[in-house]
């Protein structure tokens, strides 16, 4: 897992990627993943919304950022946080299948 966050950073500054979490905006090449609810709510106090809510380190995209990962037809928003590092994004999934499926490395930006 180390390896999968290490070449997300290195992909993210091959990108052209922020170099400081105080920029708004940014792209880079993401680990994505999908997670199915856990009777909480998000980090930001909401509950979260399949195909809405996304978790992110708050140091890399910060909470509120709309983002949109290629290959989904969603924007969704920066929501939620949990045991996340830089560069990999959790999406809210209906399903254990559809988040699974959902596991790859893949472009994204955020505004």
């Known amino acids: ?15 052209g990627h922020l170099s400081a979490s105080s920029v708004r905006a940014g792209k880079a090449v993401c680990f994505i993943t999908g997670y199915v ?27 509120g950022a709309h983002v949109r990962i290629a290959g989904l037809p969603w924007t969704l928003r920066a929501e939620d946080t949990g045991a996340l590092g830089w560069g990999h994004l959790d999406v809210f999934m209906s399903s ?16």
Not at 5 to 12: M, P, T
Not at 37 to 53: K, L
Not at 96 to 111: F, I, K, N, P
């Open 37 to 63: 609810g856990t009777g909480y709510r998000t980090a930001t106090g909401v509950w979260p919304q399949v195909h809405h809510t996304v978790a992110v380190d708050p140091a890399f995209i910060p909470y």
């Open 96 to 111: 254990v299948g559809e988040a699974y499926a959902l596991t790859s490395y893949r472009a994204c930006h955020w505004w």
């Open 1 to 15: 897992m180390r390896r999968a966050l290490g070449l997300a950073c290195l992909f993210a500054a091959l990108w």
